[in-house]
């Protein structure tokens, strides 16, 4: 052992007594060596502390921040990955490790994500066929010149038919579930006073549906898109809160999250946001320059999310659905952010750009993914704390089991969504013609969509390139990687692709970064 006291013993004896002797004190007033004697005669003297020698197990004392700091050796990862043993609120859950479950969620999620971004559309489809065959019928009996192309007039319905559906879609089915299922996994429903689970749904969607008609009013005002994305979601985040606040108060819920470090959300929906908007802030030369860099301003905004769970969840380890489901709302849109980088850059290799943006994009993405899915930076974090604290401070280290379990899943997904997505608006746009100008500059690229599949499977590529990578690292590491999705059921599973998908606009992605291929 490290720190076991170094003895040094004049004496061949090895039976000794129990020291009765003289004990010496040094200059600084600290106890160093005592000698002893017995009525035999027989006498020697013990250090009890070691010598001061550079490096050595003694040097300026025992436990001192300088042997810490300047010690050869490194720490034990028993000593790195061990918990100190304390009274938490609730017992942390046992996670099991990956298998065959991560796998097919994966798959079912890929085969399924697209539904949600294509629900409007099919909506506004079924009427435009059935509004279509009327239109051509009135035109064919009131006209002894046939025409097969709409009025204004028409074409103006068509719109306000859409923002309606869209408006509808999101003031009574996509935003009260979605935050339904919030409350949801947030609460603890044990004290209710309403008994029956669908009188508690019931009355908490309501509530819901009530708290989003006013914002759902200011989004049918057609405001600017700063109002849209950056104002009207923090009120509708404000407002929601106040209504949890009195929903947990008069129902009797408890809180299974702190509540104190839950206002931190829109802060981060106010960064990716940001994020997603800079083609529209910066002119296509700057933004080619930062795209390169896009995994590392997802790294810090992952750090930053992994930060805030952490406190969100200390006091309640065991809500690992809620723990779940909140990286994975957190993960999603910085996995399809840094795909969408990733086509751009493509594309514009074709417009001159140098391999080596690419490449660096490329290097930056295996870096991040070395970073939450091996050891390599819990090692460093934990030796610099020992090192320099005489402790680690990780009290939560499931937490970076969580993002590397529901990471590794979106790392797949989110390419999938985005590109069928794409494929989904690319048949919307040749039915209906009711795409803005951007966007359908981006479909009627037969470059760019026919050259999507090959941009995809390019990247999933490299995913299993880096999955490999990260597998070696923790195989020479003794790092076992272990799962959130093995730990719950596939009911919470189906809940999670619908509370997921919901809010996620995939179009907003694209629209925002492959804009820049239709400038000069």
């Not at 409007?120 to 279509?132: C, G, Q």
């Not at 996509?174 to 947030?186: A, D, G, L, Q, V």
């Not at 803005?436 to 999507?452: A, K, P, R």
């Amino acid at each position: 052992m490290d720190d076991a006291i170094e003895s040094a013993i004049t004496s061949n004896d090895t039976g000794l007594a129990a020291p009765e002797g003289k004990c010496c004190d040094n200059k600084e007033g600290y106890i160093d060596k005592f000698n002893w004697g017995d009525s035999s005669g027989r006498s020697g003297t013990v250090l009890t502390k070691p010598p001061a020698v550079w490096g050595g197990s003694g040097f300026l004392g025992r436990k001192s921040f300088y042997r810490r700091v300047f010690r050869f050796k490194k720490n034990r990862n028993s000593a790195l990955f061990r918990e100190y043993a304390a009274r938490q609120a609730t017992l942390p859950t046992q996670l099991k490790r990956r298998g065959m479950k991560d796998v097919l969620f994966t798959l079912l999620w890929i085969a399924f994500g697209w539904v949600f971004g294509a629900s409007y559309w099919s909506i506004f489809l079924v009427w435009d066929y059935f509004a279509s065959e009327n239109v051509d019928t009135e035109t064919n009996s009131n006209s002894t010149l046939a025409t097969t192309v709409p009025s204004s007039s028409f074409e103006d319905t068509r719109a306000s038919v859409l923002r309606l559906i869209t408006l509808v879609s999101y003031v009574f089915v996509w935003m009260p579930i979605f935050h339904t299922i919030s409350f949801n996994i947030y609460t603890n429903p044990n004290g209710c006073k309403i008994g029956k689970p669908w009188k508690r749904v019931a009355i908490i969607y309501l509530s819901h549906v009530i708290a989003a008609l006013p914002l759902g009013l200011l989004y049918g005002l057609g405001l600017n898109r700063w109002t849209i994305h950056f104002l009207i979601p923090t009120l509708q985040t404000g407002w929601v809160y106040l209504e949890w606040y009195l929903l947990t108060r008069f129902l009797k819920f408890d809180w299974r999250v702190n509540i104190y470090w839950l206002p931190v959300y829109p802060l981060y929906v106010s960064i990716v946001t940001l994020v997603i908007y800079l083609p529209n802030i910066l002119r296509p030369s700057q933004l080619k320059t930062i795209i390169v860099y896009i995994s590392l301003i997802t790294m810090t905004i992952e750090v930053f999310s992994c930060y805030w769970l952490k406190h969100l969840f200390m006091d309640h380890r065991d809500n690992i659905r809620g723990l779940a489901f909140c990286t994975a709302k957190v993960i999603i849109p910085l996995e399809i952010l840094r795909y969408a980088c990733f086509v751009l850059l493509w594309f514009e290799l074709r417009d001159g750009a140098q391999i080596w943006d690419i490449a660096r994009n490329v290097t930056f993405s295996i870096v991040g993914e070395i970073y939450s899915h091996t050891s390599l930076w819990q090692l460093c974090k934990n030796e610099i704390e020992i090192r320099l604290l005489g402790r680690k401070f990780d009290d939560f280290s499931e937490i970076y089991h969580c993002f590397s379990s529901i990471r590794s899943i979106f790392e797949y997904i989110a390419p999938a969504l985005f590109t069928s997505n794409l494929q989904v608006l690319g048949y919307v746009y040749r039915k209906t013609k009711m795409i803005d100008y951007t966007m359908s500059q981006i479909l009627d690229s037969n470059v760019i969509m026919d050259e999507l599949w090959m941009v995809l499977l390019t990247y999933y590529l490299i995913e299993i390139f880096t999955g490999t990578l990260c597998w070696l690292i923790n195989k020479l590491t003794s790092y076992r990687r272990l799962s959130m999705i093995g730990n719950l059921t596939w009911r919470s599973l189906f809940l999670m692709i619908i509370y997921i998908g919901m809010p996620v606009d995939i179009p907003a992605f694209a629209a925002g970064f492959l804009s820049v291929l239709t400038q000069p």
